[in-house]
C-alpha cells in the first residue's frame, strides 16, 4: 500500500525552528518528485516547496522563501522540510504529497500540525 | 508568484450538474489538476493533467479547458460529493505551483 507518513509538528514560538519528516512507503521514492502542501486552520490548501526525484532541484512558495529548506532522504524514503524563523501565519496542517505527472499530487498523508504561538 | 482563481461556492440539486471553474494565465500552457478535499480528510486527486481521471474516480467527475479557464464538471451530483475542490497548476516556468482559494460544493 502507498503511504505517506508525516511527524515532526508541535507547538513552537515565533522566531523558532522545526523540522517535518514524511515517511514513505509502497512506491519507489527515488522516482518521483514530493511536495509539501499546508492548511491553516478553516483556510485553504497553500503549496509550500516541492523537490526533484533526485533532490537536484527545490522550489519555494514567496511566503517561505528563504526561512523553508525542503530536502530529501532517497536512501531512507524521507522528505524533509527544515522551518526557520516561523510566524503566527505559518500556523498549518502540514501535509507531504508524492508527485504525479508533471505538477500533480496523487498520494497525501494524514498532515502534522505545527502552532506557532508565544 | 502566480494565481489561480475560483468562485466560493457552487450549489445544487442531486443529479443536477455542477461546474467549477478555475482561472489563470498560465492555464492554456500549464496543465490543471483537481482536488476533492471532505472535511477532516486529506486532498484526493480527482482530476490531471486538465481531463484525465485516476483509476476509481467515477466518470460523473470530468475537467476540460478553454483558454484562461479550465473546468470540473460534475453530473448527475450525489450528496457525497458534497466537499470542498481546488483546482492547482504551476506558472508559465513550472517553478511555482499553485492552488485555487477553493469551491465549496453543497448539494441541496
Known amino acids: 500500500e502507498v503511504q505517506l507518513l508525516e511527524s515532526g509538528g508541535g507547538l513552537v514560538q515565533p522566531g523558532g525552528s522545526l523540522r517535518l519528516s514524511c515517511t514513505a512507503s509502497?512506491?519507489?521514492?527515488?522516482?518521483?518528485?514530493m511536495n509539501w502542501v499546508r492548511q491553516a486552520p478553516g483556510k485553504g490548501l497553500e503549496w509550500v516547496s516541492g523537490i526533484s526525484a533526485s533532490g537536484n532541484r527545490t522550489y519555494y512558495a514567496d511566503v517561505v522563501k528563504g526561512r523553508f529548506t525542503i530536502s530529501r532522504d532517497n536512501s531512507r524514503q524521507t522528505l524533509y522540510i527544515q522551518m526557520n524563523s516561523l510566524r503566527a501565519e505559518d500556523t498549518a496542517l502540514y501535509y507531504c504529497?508524492?508527485?504525479?505527472?508533471?505538477?500533480?499530487?496523487?498520494?497525501w498523508g494524514q498532515g502534522t500540525t505545527v502552532t506557532v504561538s508565544s | 508568484s502566480y494565481e489561480v482563481t475560483q468562485s466560493p461556492s457552487v450549489s445544487v440539486s442531486p443529479g443536477q450538474t455542477a461546474r467549477i471553474t478555475c482561472s489563470g494565465d498560465?492555464?492554456?500552457?500549464?496543465?490543471a489538476y483537481w482536488y476533492q478535499q471532505k472535511p477532516g480528510q486529506a486532498p484526493v486527486l480527482i482530476i490531471y493533467?486538465?481531463?484525465q481521471r485516476p483509476s476509481g474516480i467515477p466518470e460523473r467527475f470530468s475537467g476540460s479547458t478553454s483558454g484562461t479557464t479550465v473546468t470540473l464538471t460534475i453530473s448527475a451530483v450525489l450528496a457525497e460529493d458534497e466537499a470542498d475542490y481546488y483546482c492547482?497548476?504551476?506558472?508559465?516556468?513550472?517553478?511555482?505551483?499553485?492552488f485555487g482559494g477553493g469551491t465549496k460544493l453543497t448539494v441541496l
Open positions: 492547482q497548476s504551476a506558472d508559465r516556468g513550472g517553478t511555482y505551483w499553485v
Open positions: 498560465a492555464l492554456p500552457n500549464q496543465y
Open positions: 504529497a508524492k508527485g504525479w505527472e508533471v505538477y500533480g499530487m496523487d498520494v
Open positions: 493533467k486538465d481531463s
Open positions: 509502497g512506491f519507489i521514492f527515488n522516482s518521483f518528485a
